[in-house]
């Protein structure tokens, strides 16, 4: 006899984070203060915060950055480190600023090239990257 699956569900708490790049198509990576591990920019949305908003704010906060978002790469769900479910969704943007200013939240930061970003990242992040590098590729350019 089978047993009943119990659905575990999702507290309301969403991530978002961007591949941003800069006009040498250069991608930046941040390094966590708490583990050390390098991620993309990013964070959880405030309640009842849009989704640009948040992102925009969340990137503000952690390098001083102004992006510009472009579009939707990816969602997914994970548990953390803490055994809570995360729900996240990460976007390309571009920024034409280099000069990062750190939270405390981070101790370092890296403009690298995706591959490099991609080594760096969590599985999900990789992905992120990925398809960014898919998505700038294939952008159709209109003729005026």
């Known amino acids: 006899m089978k047993k ?7 507290k309301p708490s969403v991530s978002v984070r961007s591949v941003i790049f ?6 930046l990576i941040l390094q966590r203060n708490s583990d050390n591990n390098w991620e993309l920019p990013g964070g959880r949305l405030s309640s009842y915060e849009g989704v640009s908003e948040g992102l925009r704010r969340e990137v503000h906060e952690e390098t001083s950055l102004s992006i510009d978002i472009e579009d939707i790469l990816l969602a997914n769900s994970w548990i953390n480190d803490q055994n809570n479910d995360r729900f996240g969704v990460y976007y390309v943007s571009n920024t034409n600023q280099r000069r990062v200013k750190l939270s405390q939240e981070h101790t370092d930061f890296m403009w690298v090239t995706s ?17 960014s590098c898919e998505e700038m590729t294939t952008k159709p350019v209109l003729d005026m």
Request: aromatic letters at 0%; glycine letters at 0%; charged letters at 25%.
């Open 4 to 10: 009943a699956m119990t659905e575990q569900l999702l």
């Open 115 to 131: 591959s490099e970003a991609a080594h760096k990242l969590s599985r999900a992040q990789a992905k992120a990257i990925q398809l």
């Open 22 to 27: 800069d006009s040498s198509d250069d991608i």
